[in-house]
Nanobody
Framework: QVHLVESGGGLVQVGGSLRLSCAAS????????MGWYRQPPGKQREMVAL?????????ADSVKGRFRISRDDLADTLTLTLQMNSLKPDDTAVYYC?????????WGQGTQVTVSS
């Protein structure tokens, strides 16, 4: 069983920064990829940043150069982080942590990010 818990969302002004964290527990050694997705109000969920394996990254065009995804493996917990800089109102969304194995996919409960202008 895999459990993902996001934290770090909140309200920030335009141009500000936030750091999202996702604590993963369970069968984390089987992860083939981890990533961050977001769902803006009234829109579909979209990929923000993806980490394939331990080092290959992929970013949505809208966040390139502003967001950075990283992963820290500790003894008992794996933490996925999304550093978000130069935030814009269009970044307002519920952000979800995702982890994929060969035959399963897992989601966190989401954390709200609101960027005020």
């Amino acid at each position: 069983q895999v459990h993902l818990v996001e934290s770090g969302g909140g309200l920030v002004q335009v141009g500000g920064s936030l750091r999202l964290s996702c604590a993963a527990s369970g069968s984390t050694s089987r992860f083939t990829s981890m990533g961050w997705y977001r769902q803006p109000p009234g829109k579909q969920r979209e990929m923000v940043a993806l980490l394939v394996g331990r080092s290959s990254t992929l970013y949505a065009d809208s966040v390139k150069g502003r967001f950075r995804i990283s992963r820290d493996d500790l003894a008992d917990t794996l933490t996925l982080t999304l550093q978000m800089n130069s935030l814009k109102p269009d970044d307002t969304a519920v952000y979800y942590c995702n982890a994929a194995q060969l035959t399963a996919e897992f989601w966190g409960q989401g954390t709200q990010v609101t960027v005020s202008s």
